[in-house]
């Protein structure tokens, strides 16, 4: 399969689709545990699109698959990736790996970084293995409960950049 994979600053026109992207209860809780309900709504992402940094869109051709964001940046130490999430009708084909590798490069140039962090559910199987295919190690295992009351472990990880 030949795709051309792209990305650029989300803009407002694009949140519609973002909000299409998560297919499920479960995949929303991935992206945005804080999320109010599914389907995830235009008003809900605008809000923390608002509060968070580089919201950036992945394409392929012209289509939009997948989207990320920085929740925190301290410039000259390190950046938090968050509401991750790739289009499910085009998973396993290195649009996840394009996205994190993206978010370190505009890291890395744009805030002179030395660490990056991802947190990931431990229900997120893919997710945990895919961080840590791209170097990421886990440094810390906060409790957290689904959108069920039940405990899941939130699974910090972190990548050095020297």
Do not use: W
């Not at 479960?26 to 605008?46: G, I, R, W």
């Not at 392929?60 to 964001?69: K, P, T």
Request: net charge neutral; hydrophobic share 35%; charged share 25%.
């Amino acid at each position: 399969m030949s795709f051309k994979l792209s990305f650029r600053s989300a803009q407002t026109s694009d949140l519609e689709k973002v909000c299409q992207l998560p297919q499920n209860e479960e995949e929303l809780f991935f992206m945005f545990p804080k999320a109010d309900y599914y389907p995830l709504s235009v008003e809900q992402l605008e809000a923390v699109v608002a509060n968070r940094s580089d919201s950036t869109v992945i394409l392929l051709d012209y289509e939009i698959v997948g989207f990320a964001n920085f929740y925190e940046v301290k410039e000259n130490n390190y950046c938090s990736i968050g509401n991750v999430i790739v289009s499910s009708h085009f998973r396993n084909k290195g649009i996840g790996k394009y996205m994190i590798e993206t978010m370190e490069s505009i890291a890395l140039e744009k805030y002179n970084i030395r660490e990056m962090y991802i947190s990931c559910f431990n229900t997120n199987t893919k997710g945990i293995l895919l961080y840590s295919k791209l170097g990421y190690t886990p440094y810390d295992i906060e409790e957290r409960l689904d959108k069920e009351k039940q405990n899941v472990a939130l699974i910090k990880m972190k990548k050095k950049r020297l």
